[in-house]
């Protein structure tokens, strides 16, 4: 009965399987045109799984080894089924093969169900919790049908006496086990993340992500232009099919793991956002439906099922009670954590943005101070709405070399908005003083320098940005200069990767561009600067976000600190981990309310190292961090710890003038009574 | 060309009920003089939109060049339309033009900010254009709290956050200023697809105006205010003062003929009528 009824349950679950894929496909082709290398996509899967992929999932030990063996056990048991029980093929090597992927499978699902008992808060539960019994179903329905082809039980077993039992009951198994592997794969059960991750991969938004084999760096963080020119066109997300089709794709291939969930600052802090759970926000709202099915964390504060939608109705009401309330969407620092964190390399900070972009382009619902920030971005071209041609005021007495006097210099000092902050004047000053201990030939623009555009990028004005950003840019191309070197990670970050899109042939935007603690490592390494030994405290170093996870710098200004000898005690978040200082993405502007503030919990990470100093390389950071309460360590940023250390050697002319000048007799005295 | 603006101006919201314009002009940035929606008009726009059962026109008379439409693109961004754009040359007295408009319009309630931020700036606009139109005008309008038979019942601010309700007759001018509620964000697609509905009127030159002598207003040095006071509490009353206005006096239940015998009298004293 077996050797009949398994080919029949065999493909008919690959029949269903192939129409939900169809389906599925249908569901992501709803999404806008995008268009990708199809061939070559799929051409890519299997190293952008084996060496991309894994590399993330591979964070967690155990897990990346139970993976491989349930996944890899699964895709061999399927491929050998097909064959042996599909076909027939009566393969004695071939069924021991199977039983040994079986085997694999079912040590894997076994690792699989102890990790969910209990399952920690980050993982989805529902269907999910039956994943386990799903995978054992399969692997041991799949293991005791084949004994029989491997030899190891009599040819016939199944058709004897208590065979015909076992064979009812082995039947019920399959059937689950296919059920779950095959069918729900493409119907949307828990496997249809191995379905759509897998196409998602091949079809990824972000190809320059993925490593190759000549090796160098992968790293695709800068956000990509909306064109505005369009008159009639739609700016911005406003519906889950306006999202590119990929796009939707890579929503379906969530996991559902959480580690979104458990590095999210915004979730940490009890702010409305849970990435994990917007994700899934937008996979309903393709398929159209209620997050009611939903098995995961909520977002903090709102509880499940009270939000609808559907492929073309509104993400976002002004009333609310669409898809997603506008504050999960402002309370994102676009920190990158969730999408260096997420195995299944999904693009939240991408689809985020997207959907602010609407809210404020065609909304015109910006949050809280978001509207007079962008008000001032485009009146004055900073968001403090400060005169512009008050840029130099704080450096009157530095006498500092102007771009349009000079025309061309070694060095283009960017020095941002933080001019207009008194705490990053103290930061700019002592940059200026390192350069110019160094001898480096600098200049800066002056008023003739705008805003990056940073902020209004991430709070959705395009529109803005765009404009500053070919202001900025056209400014540049008047000059010459090797490098541009910044004291803000938010300005560095989009100089150097977001500004080359938007240049043109006449005034190619493609600069290379410095944060200062490479430069000042630089200047390190080539012997330019002389330090005192650190003589303070403990010290430890936070990696702001624009820095690190987006362009990959953590250790040069680890280096810096070492080269002042400073021994960095690392805090338990760090590196491609480190936690946000809440200050990105224009978090502090729209200023969403949570249960407690993300540079409050900063600190703490801060205190648990017991460092009396932060060390620090961003005005945002620096403003966050210092804005908490005392007691605490004291944050000063990298250019002020190597500013007090400059040993510097004052030639000998100016040293002789600088000595105290012999005593004039005075003119007019004090009358002291 | 006959000038239809009620044809000419799309309407905002359905277009039961109340006919409201509001006059927009062109603002300049205090700090950089950047061509912008004017603040005032803009909470008149904003205040015209936050209405019920509303159609809201807006109509600008001006010059028409790209610094000024980005300007008026501005108003659009609010989630408008159309914006009626009445073409004048720069030296153009547009109270003719305005109140031509507005008479074709089937208009009860005009909207405008209190006082332009470019051109004369002089904030008599309003009242010319009442008279030409003989339309009551009120001040300060801080709400429209309900439009019921041809009356509007309205909010006027006082100096200091005093609220003063008023019922007035339409069709009638209103101004806003500062006390009125901040406009609303403008966003950048509506803004961008709004349309300019241009038309050309002869431009009445303003003699007057052309033949003054312009120039940038001089800095003056701002008296320093000396607060001699020994305690904490002094210095604080000094800060918290409010400016007395000096004399004056309040009317009340008097005949039309007394109160106007008192401004008469008035208007006399500080000499503004001889």
């Keep these: 009965m077996l050797d009949t009824l398994l080919p029949i349950l065999l493909f008919s679950a690959l029949a269903l399987a192939a129409i939900g894929a169809v389906r599925r496909v249908r569901l992501w082709r709803q999404g806008r045109p995008s268009s990708v290398p199809v061939i070559k996509g799929l051409m890519q899967v299997p190293r952008r799984y084996l060496v991309d992929l894994h590399h993330v999932v591979e964070r967690d030990k155990l897990i990346s080894h139970t993976h491989v063996a349930t996944a890899g056990g699964f895709v061999l048991a399927a491929l050998l089924a097909i064959v042996v029980h599909g076909f027939g093929l ?19 699902s076994l690792v699989v169900a102890k990790r969910r008992s209990p399952p920690p808060s980050r993982l989805s539960k529902g269907p999910w919790m039956r994943l386990p019994k799903s995978l054992m179903a399969f692997s041991l329905g ?45 119907w949307g059960g828990p496997m249809k993340h191995a379905f759509a991750g897998a196409l998602h991969l091949a079809f990824h938004r972000r190809p320059e992500r993925f490593s190759n084999r000549t090796g160098g760096e992968h790293r695709s963080t800068g956000l990509k232009a909306l064109p505005l020119e369009d008159d009639t066109a739609k700016l911005g997300v406003e519906k889950p099919a306006d999202f590119t089709w990929n796009q939707l794709l890579g929503f379906d291939a969530c996991v559902q793991c959480g580690r979104c969930e458990a590095m999210c600052p915004a979730f940490a802090a009890g702010q409305p956002l849970n990435p994990k759970k917007l994700i899934q926000d937008m996979v309903v709202g393709m398929a159209g439906g209620t997050d009611a099915h939903y098995a995961g964390s909520p977002y903090p504060g709102k509880p499940v099922g009270e939000h609808a939608g559907s492929p073309h109705g509104p993400i976002v009401n002004r009333a609310g009670g669409a898809l997603v309330d506008a504050e999960t969407l402002w309370s994102c620092t676009t920190c990158r954590a ?31 101070k ?79 320098e705008r805003d990056s555009g940073d902020v209004a990028r991430r709070l959705g004005d395009e529109a803005t940005f765009q404009s500053l950003a070919r202001r900025n840019i056209k400014t540049l191309s008047q000059y010459r200069f090797s490098r541009i070197v910044t004291c803000d990670p938010h300005s560095f970050h989009v100089l150097k990767n977001e500004y080359g899109e938007l240049g043109s042939a006449e005034t190619p935007a493609d600069y290379e561009v410095y944060h200062h603690s490479t430069y000042i490592n630089q200047l390190v390494i080539d012997g330019k600067l002389a330090f005192k030994a650190w003589k303070g405290g403990s010290v430890t170093y936070h990696d702001p976000c624009y820095l690190g996870r987006y362009n990959g710098e953590y250790e040069a200004p680890r280096a810096v600190l070492k080269a002042l000898g400073i021994e960095v005690q690392e ?44 060390a620090v390389g961003c005005p945002q950071c620096t403003a966050m961090l210092e804005g908490v309460v005392e007691p605490r360590a004291d944050i000063k940023d990298i250019a002020e710890l190597v500013a007090d250390a400059l040993v510097i050697e004052a030639p000998a002319e100016k040293a002789t003038q600088s000595k105290p000048a012999p005593a004039a007799p005075r003119t007019v005295e004090e009358v002291m009574p | 060309m006959p000038h239809d603006v009620s044809n000419t101006s799309a309407s905002h919201s359905n277009a039961s009920g109340l006919n409201v314009t509001v006059l927009v002009s062109v603002g300049r940035h205090p700090l950089t003089a950047r061509a912008r929606r004017a603040d005032q008009d803009a909470r008149a726009v904003e205040m015209a939109l936050t209405l019920e059962s509303t159609s809201v026109n807006l109509l600008h008379a001006g010059q028409q060049d790209s610094d000024h439409e980005a300007a ?23 109270v003719p033009a305005l109140a031509k408009a507005l008479r074709a319009s089937a208009s009860q309630l005009v909207l405008t900010g209190t006082r332009a931020e470019t051109g004369e700036a002089s904030g008599v606009m309003p009242y010319l254009l009442a008279e030409a139109l003989g339309w009551p005008i009120i001040t300060g309008l801080a709400a429209v709290e309900k439009i019921e038979q041809g009356t509007a019942v309205v909010l006027q601010a006082l100096p200091r956050g005093k609220r003063r309700r008023l019922r007035i007759r339409l069709p009638a001018i209103a101004t806003v200023d500062s006390s009125a509620p901040p406009a609303r964000q403008s966003a950048f697609g509506p803004a961008k697809r709004g349309v300019l509905n241009l038309h050309q ?3 009445e030159i303003d003699e007057a105006l052309s033949s003054w002598h312009i120039q940038p207003a001089r800095k003056r040095p701002k008296r320093l205010k000396i607060v001699k006071s020994s305690s904490a509490r002094d210095r604080f009353k000094a800060a918290a003062a409010k400016a007395d206005g000096g004399g004056g006096q309040t009317l009340s239940d008097v005949t039309p003929e007394q109160g106007a015998e008192a401004i008469f009298k008035l208007l006399k004293e500080e000499g503004v009528l001889r």
Excluded at chain 1, 90 to 108: E, K, N, P, R
Excluded at chain 1, 348 to 364: C, P, Q, S, Y
């Design chain 2, 201 to 203: 009127e002869p431009s």
């Design chain 1, 338 to 368: 969730c999408v260096e964190e997420c195995p299944m390399m999904i693009e939240h900070v991408d689809a985020i943005v997207d959907m602010r972009r609407f809210l404020t382009l065609e909304h015109g619902n910006t949050p809280n």
């Design chain 2, 72 to 94: 008026i693109r501005g108003y659009l961004g609010m989630g408008i339309d159309s914006v009626g754009l009445i073409e004048q040359k720069p030296q153009a007295d547009v």
């Design chain 1, 90 to 108: 009566d393969s004695a090597i071939l069924a021991w093969v199977l039983l040994a992927a079986t085997t694999s499978m079912f040590l894997g």
């Design chain 1, 370 to 448: 978001g509207a007079e920030v962008l008000d001032n971005l485009i009146a004055t071209d900073n968001p403090g709405g400060f005169d512009p041609d008050s840029r130099l005021h704080w450096a009157a007495d530095l006498n500092l070399p102007l771009m349009a006097d000079k025309r061309e210099a070694e060095v283009l000092l960017w020095l941002g908005d933080g001019v207009f902050d008194m705490r990053n004047q103290r930061t700019l000053r002592a940059f200026i003083s390192v350069l110019r201990a160094a001898g480096v030939d600098f200049a800066v623009l002056g008023n003739e």
């Design chain 1, 571 to 614: 805090m338990a978040r760090s590196g491609y981990r480190s936690r946000c200082c809440g200050g990105g993405g224009g978090a502090p502007i729209t200023d969403i309310p949570g249960k407690q503030r993300i540079p409050d919990m900063r600190m703490e990470d801060v205190r648990e190292t017991g460092a009396d100093l932060v």
């Design chain 1, 142 to 186: 799949m293991f005791v049908v084949t004994l029989p082809t491997a030899g190891i039980l009599p040819e016939g077993f199944f058709q004897s006496g208590a065979g015909w039992l076992a064979a009812l009951a082995l039947t019920g198994v399959i059937i689950w086990g296919l059920g779950e592997m095959f069918f729900g794969m493409t």
